[in-house]
């Protein structure tokens, strides 16, 4: 990678299993986490106001990396340069799939309802790649419905059959792969004696394309004034549940059910095809007590995850120590410094 944020020119080979960052504030970890983040998904898990991505003086940024996956070597490119990205090639977020921990896992559990859906509905590509082409469908009637709509809607309402049937189909899909979620989150719930009394539950529109062509013709008035249709993908969430109640914890407790959730959603994502996801663990004991740091750690373990995990010097590792497999590299200053073999 070079001119990424501060990281001017590094080097990294992530290993097969744990891969331990270390280096102090500010020294690139979190940005090294980053770029890898940029080479899956195209953009930055950190908002505006991290700044811009391209180191200061630089004309560009590049990630570039390899991937070795069923015998063969795949290369794989992010570049910035003057506010355009490239990403080659554009299949490259199902070909490498990154989960991310960091500060804000715990948004996924109480933060906005679009963070939920995004969540379920990444998920649901990768668990089922042909729902891509469902989505890609929805969009292009949705947009040929709402600019009849700010048309002034004149004549039959010749969208509303295309634009049902197109939601029911990604309603349908999301009911399944979310009833499927929940069993895995409840099973690895009771496996690991966490949470054993909260379950999922998901709150969204009925799959049946009769009954949204119904409700499209009562609120058609209303979204003809509005110029597009309320009705959508976006009236959806799921939520955490204890006795029937909606939960509500701390935000530590939150943050380590956010990465239950997403372990359970590779387990159930992983049980199609035998793929799984670089895990990018970023200052893993932010807002947690060592004891539960600790075993998320060992969990993410036991499931022999290919994991790049920062620390700051001194900081927690694994209490039974590093295993043979495991590597350890030091960041200062935006540089690649040392790696000590374990």
């Known amino acids: 990678m070079q001119h990424f944020r501060n990281l001017h ?9 744990r891969n331990w960052i ?51 070597l795949r290369r794989l490119r992010w570049s910035s ?30 933060g906005e309802p679009s963070l939920r859906r995004r969540f379920v509905d990444w998920n649901l590509v990768l668990w089922e790649p042909s729902a891509a082409s469902s989505f890609s469908r929805f969009r292009r009637v949705a947009a040929q419905r709402n600019a009849w709509l700010r048309s002034g809607g004149v004549g039959r309402a010749v969208w509303d059959l295309a634009y049902a049937e197109a939601l029911a189909d990604i309603l349908r899909r999301r009911a399944s792969f979310f009833a499927e979620l929940a069993v895995f989150f409840r099973t690895l719930s009771l496996e690991e004696d966490w949470f054993t009394d909260i379950d999922l539950r998901w709150d969204g529109l009925s799959a049946d394309s009769e009954e949204l062509m119904a409700r499209l013709e009562e609120m058609r008035a209303v979204d003809k004034e509005r110029g597009f249709t309320y009705l959508g993908i976006s009236r959806a969430d799921f939520s955490f549940r204890c006795d029937g109640l909606k939960w509500f914890g701390s935000r530590g407790q939150a943050k380590v059910l956010g990465c239950l959730l997403q372990v359970a959603a590779e387990q159930l994502v992983s049980a199609v095809d ?28 036991r499931q022999s995850y290919q994991t790049v995990y920062t620390l700051l010097p001194g900081k927690l590792v694994p209490e039974q120590g590093l295993g043979s497999a495991d590597r350890m590299f030091h960041v200062e200053h935006g540089r690649l410094l040392a790696r000590e073999a374990t």
Not at 34 to 63: K, M, P
Not at 278 to 285: E, F, Y
Request: proline content about 3%.
């Open 22 to 72: 270390i280096g102090a504030n500010a020294a690139g970890k979190t940005a090294l986490l980053e770029a890898l983040y940029c080479l899956s998904r195209g953009r930055s898990f950190r908002g505006r106001r991290f700044g811009n991505l391209i180191e200061r003086g630089a004309s560009g940024a590049l990630v570039e990396g390899w991937l070795e996956k069923e015998g063969s």
């Open 9 to 17: 020119n590094l080097e990294l080979e992530v290993g097969a299993g």
């Open 81 to 110: 340069a003057q506010g355009e990205v490239l990403r080659e090639p554009d299949t490259v977020e199902r070909m490498l799939p990154v989960r991310l921990i960091c500060e804000w896992t715990h948004a996924l559990v109480d």
């Open 274 to 301: 035998g793929s799984r996801a670089l895990w990018l663990v970023d200052d893993l004991d932010a807002e947690l007590a060592p004891a539960w740091t600790q075993r998320l750690i060992d969990l993410l373990g």
